[in-house]
């Protein structure tokens, strides 16, 4: 289980807790020098980092050949990043690892929540979105969307359900700050054609 101080400083804040602790659990890494390469769809072993320094030699050593996932948040490593250069050693930091990869996932969720319509308004509805968002997470797509690469809808989710327990109203945010995201424009074939993807080779091909 992910440290709730560590989810309570670091974390998005537009995520409850319970959805970080959910997200981290499902899809995420407890070794915060945990590198995962896949090429093809297969994984590739490598060996355990023991260090911060030794996950980024990995990091480094297949960025741009495979699909590289870091960290407690299992962040891709590619997105965004041009050049080698430009892969930082934040990526193992567990703060900067968990800041990074909620706010990457809260686009997704919001990603996700889009194609359900919007911001759904029934709470029987939101852990739906959220195992779709993990899936998503996990592949880099959803409904034909690169997630990672694909425009982000912006703004807050609500209905944001405790796993758990708890009937009260402690599971939503508050109704003034919630994104009416059906307003956006939603062409997901548009979205989906995004250029960059995890690949460094082919993000550096498409500036």
Do not use: H
């Not at 992910?2 to 995520?15: F, Q, R, V």
């Not at 060996?47 to 980024?56: L, T």
């Not at 194609?115 to 959803?142: H, L, M």
């Not at 062409?187 to 995004?194: C, L, P, Q, S």
């Amino acid at each position: 289980m992910i440290d709730a101080a560590l989810i309570k400083e670091c974390a998005d804040p537009l995520l409850k807790p319970a959805i970080v602790e959910q997200f981290v659990m499902a899809a995420g890494s407890a070794d915060p020098f945990a590198v995962t390469v896949k090429s093809g769809g297969r994984l590739i072993l490598v060996p355990k980092a023991a260090s911060a320094e030794e996950a980024m030699a990995i990091v480094r050593q297949y960025a741009g050949q495979a699909v590289v996932r870091v960290g407690p948040t299992q962040f891709p490593a590619g997105v965004g990043v041009k050049e080698l250069a430009d892969l930082k050693p934040d990526l193992v930091d567990p703060c900067q690892n968990l800041r990074k990869g909620t706010a990457m996932f809260a686009k997704v969720l919001r990603i996700v929540a889009k194609w359900y319509g919007g911001n759904p308004t029934s709470k029987d509805v939101f852990p739906k979105i959220v195992e779709d968002a993990i899936y998503a997470w996990k592949t880099g797509e959803f409904e034909g969307v690169r997630v990672f690469q694909a425009e982000d809808p912006e703004g807050a989710l609500a209905n944001q359900k405790e796993p758990r327990g708890d009937k009260s109203e402690a599971g939503t945010i508050d109704a003034g700050a919630l994104l009416q995201i059906e307003a956006e424009p939603s062409d997901e074939r548009k979205i989906g054609t995004a250029g960059i993807r995890v690949d460094l080779s082919r993000i550096a091909g498409q500036q």
